[in-house]
């Protein structure tokens, strides 16, 4: 119920392609769906998040698609360039529960 | 701010031995957290704290792990004894209420 489920385990992308890693939850509570990126030797950064009020969220060339009836969430980037190759993690809150539940995580790769 | 900050940054130690491992919270931040992450198991809470005292400890793998947050601006994680198994990176981060999360830069910890 508490399992937050990330897909690919690994990505390897073209410059200037869509990057697309996927993240699946059961816990109708949750209310609070970050990303998080990671470079090698740091810590997670929050990179972009939402709220199931709405069914999408762009920041620059990252967006989150939200799709609440499937228990879905998605994070697109658009021209990834070589300096996005990191470590992302899915994550999610909410419904009494004070702490952050992650993906498995996603190691893209972004060759030029 | 300068953020989360941890210490050491890399230890090495043999089997048996005492580890400590030390956050500094941002200031003013009221939660903070700490995380082990491993390429297995990836990014596992282990413990957290609301205003210094210990709210859910139920990741803490076994009794040699501890923690304590004396006051808002410090917090250790200490295994008694080490074991290989222990060998990861551990993340110390902090929040206010039900804000941003922060991690630190982690500590990795290699147990011979």
């Known amino acids: 119920q508490q399992q937050v489920k990330q897909s690919p385990q690994s990505l390897i992308v073209q410059k200037g392609g869509i990057s697309i890693i996927n993240c699946a939850y059961e816990n109708t509570a949750f209310d609070y769906f970050p990303w998080y990126q990671q470079f090698p030797g740091k810590g997670p950064a929050l990179l972009i998040a939402i709220r199931p009020d709405v069914s999408e969220k762009k920041e620059g060339r990252f967006t989150i698609s939200f799709n609440k009836s499937a228990k879905q969430f998605s994070l697109h980037i658009m021209d990834s360039q070589p300096g996005d190759s990191a470590t992302y993690f899915c994550a999610a809150k909410g419904g009494g529960y004070n702490k952050l539940i992650f993906g498995a995580g996603t190691r893209l790769a972004v060759h030029p | 701010d300068a953020g989360v900050i941890q210490s050491p940054r890399h230890e090495v130690t043999e089997m048996g031995q005492e580890v400590t491992l030390r956050c500094k919270p941002i200031s003013g931040h009221d939660y903070l957290f700490w995380y082990r992450q491993t390429m297995m198991r990836g990014l596992e809470l282990l413990i957290y704290f609301n205003n210094n005292v210990p709210i859910d400890d139920s990741g803490m793998p076994e009794d040699r792990f501890s923690a304590k947050m004396p006051n808002a601006s410090f917090s250790t994680l200490k295994i008694q004894p080490s074991e290989p198994r222990d060998s990861a990176v551990y993340f110390c981060?902090?929040?206010?209420?039900?804000?941003?999360?922060?991690f630190g830069e982690g500590s990795r910890l290699t147990v011979l």
């Open positions: 981060a902090s929040r206010q209420g039900p804000g941003e999360l922060f």
